[in-house]
Structures are given as C-alpha cells and as structure tokens.
T-cell receptor
Framework: ETGVTQSPTHLIKTRGQQVTLRCSSQSGHNTVSWYQQALGQGPQFIFQYYREEENGRGNFPPRFSGLQFPNYSSELNVNALELDDSALYLC?????????????FGPGTRLLVL | AQTVTQSQPEMSVQEAETVTLSCTYDTSESDYYLFWYKQPPSRQMILVIRQEAYKQQNATENRFSVNFQKAAKSFSLKISDSQLGDAAMYFCAYRSPNFGNEKLTFGTGTRLTIIP
C-alpha cells in the first residue's frame, strides 16, 4: 500500500509569484484535504476535494485554489504569494463518505516566501 | 464552529514513565470523532489514536490510551512506558461526521520531551 506523497519537499518563492503544490493520495482513497501549518501552530484547513469537486473550504482567500484529478491526486495553487503564506502545507487523504474514515497525512511541503 | 484547546504548550517525562496530555473541545454536535496525531521533527503527521464519540469505551493502542469524558468535552492522551521515539509535537483534533464538513480542527499542540 502506497502512502500519501507530496512534492516538492521545499520551495522558495518571492512575494507576488504563484506556486503549485502536488499531492498523491494513498491507494484506495478518493478524497484529499489540504492544510496550512504556520510555524509553532496547529494545521488550519484550507479545502477538501472529493470526486474532483471542492467539498468544503476553510477561511482562506480565493487566491488559494485547488484541483483533483481522476486518479484522486490533487494540486494546491496559490496566486499572488504573500509573506504570510510561508508555512508547511500538508495534504491528507481519506475515503469518504465512510464517516468513520481517518485522514492520513503526507510529509508536507515547506514553502518560504521572500 | 468547533474549537480545540491544548493548554500545555510543553511537557516532559522521564523515559519509561507515564505522561498525560490534555485536550478540551467545544461543539454542539452529539456525534463526532476525536484524534491524537504525533508530528516528529520529520514533520509528517502520524495518527496515534482515534475515538468515536458514540463509543463509551476509551480507545487504546498499545502504550497509548485516551480518557474521553464526553460531558466535560475532554479528551486526554496517556502515554505509558515513554520511549525516546515518543518525543514530538502532539496535536488533538476534532472532526464532524457530516458529509461536506469532514475537516479536522486542530489544537495548538503540546511539545513532548523525553528525558533519558
């Protein structure tokens, strides 16, 4: 069984640029959730994708957008990067709508915005 | 909206001893799921234990167990026989069972140090 993978592991961008982060879900999972974890804080929910549609969104502006592909992998896109976007970005996969399902996390992508 | 509070930013324990990490939460839902995740320096969030609110029996996973007090909205994690590999940030998380609202709401974490 393949776990959740994310790429790249680290990324450095400058303010105003755009970035795309990628996530491959665990084998057998159909849902991907994205979280932002600022230094010293708990992860904050960005959004979730189920069957290629957004299925819930947290308190993040529209410049955070996403995609899910037919193989259930997902992308997180952030436009017009700001310094505060520097964080660890985590994706998690699960298999809803099995309500008892647990989210399993990838290793994260560390984004630094200069 | 649900909130999760972890009031202990840091905890330390001697190797082989027992430590308890605290978590409280606020919700108006009657059914939900609670989780403890561990995040070592490698950054990957690892599931430690899960509790379904409708189950009265406290969950256990080897050296890890929880004390789930639904009325008090408390969900503490007990680690027995602490090992050096247990050193990490520990996050408590809440999840609604409702479709379209499966997001995890996390606390701010507790950094656990194991003293050899």
């Amino acid at each position: 069984e393949t776990g959740v993978t994310q790429s790249p592991t680290h990324l450095i961008k400058t303010r105003g640029q755009q970035v795309t982060l990628r996530c491959s879900s665990q084998s057998g999972h159909n849902t991907v959730s994205w979280y932002q974890q600022a230094l010293g804080q708990g992860p904050q929910f960005i959004f979730q994708y189920y069957r290629e549609e957004e299925n819930g969104r947290g308190n993040f502006p529209p410049r955070f957008s996403g995609l899910q592909f037919p193989n259930y992998s997902s992308e997180l896109n952030v436009n017009a990067l700001e310094l505060d976007d520097s964080a660890l970005y985590l994706c998690a996969s699960s298999n809803i709508p099995r309500v008892e399902e647990t989210q399993y996390f990838g290793p994260g992508t560390r984004l630094l915005v200069l | 909206a649900q909130t999760v509070t972890q009031s202990q930013p840091e905890m330390s324990v001697q190797e082989a001893e027992t430590v308890t990490l605290s978590c409280t939460y606020d919700t108006s839902e009657s059914d939900y799921y609670l989780f403890w995740y561990k995040q070592p320096p490698s950054r990957q969030m690892i599931l430690v234990i899960r509790q379904e609110a409708y189950k009265q029996q406290n969950a256990t996973e080897n050296r890890f167990s929880v004390n789930f007090q639904k009325a008090a909205k408390s969900f503490s994690l007990k680690i027995s026989d602490s090992q050096l590999g247990d050193a990490a940030m520990y996050f408590c998380a809440y999840r609604s069972p409702n479709f379209g609202n499966e997001k995890l709401t996390f606390g701010t974490g507790t950094r656990l140090t194991i003293i050899p």
